[in-house]
């Protein structure tokens, strides 16, 4: 049989065929169709430390060029990760990677006492550098970083110019702080000096 292996990031992996992040889940779902060991690898989930219901419907929109998501890490927590699904992707030989989300400094250090992190993924963007010690930190540990959120939930691209009426359950009224004043106020300010720039640049 042809060797289909592949090294990435010096990892090898038994052939390029790597499930996606979110879509595929923790492979359960799919094993009936396709057994886990029968892939190169499965990227897990995003998952935090509580369970998360994710953002209110609708989350996907459809595009010219393809799809928009906005699924919100929907997710059940890491104590069901650890004890339902980290068993059977160990038993399959598919823990390769950890990476961790919205972690502060003393959670990642109680996970290095028995594991090595490889990824940190915080939010980050012009609105939102409140994590830049940290990631500091965590690339002086060998940890590298994959940020989220650098279009602050929405407020830089320049749609929202007034403060919107949406669902008070809106995940990003209940997990970002751009939409709450005085924040709100302040983006809107850079917004207009971001347009004064856009516009001397004939944009």
Known sequence: MKDLSVKVAGVTFPNPVIAASGTYGFGEDYAPLYPLNKLGGISCKGTTMNEKPGNIPPRIAETTAGMLNA????????????????????????????????????????????????????????????????????????????SYGSLGSGILTGAIREMPNWDPLDFRFTFYDFYKEPKFSKCQELLKTMDEISAGNGK
């Open 71 to 146: 699924v919100g890490l929907q997710n059940p927590g890491v104590e069901v990760f650890v004890n339902k699904y980290l068993p059977e992707l160990k038993k399959q030989g598919k823990i390769r990677f950890i990476g961790v989300s919205n972690f502060d400094k003393a959670l990642i250090e109680e996970c290095l006492k028995t594991t090595m992190i490889d990824v940190f993924q915080p939010p980050f963007s012009m609105v939102n550098q409140s994590e830049r010690e940290l990631m500091q930190w965590c690339y002086e540990k060998g940890i590298n970083t994959l």
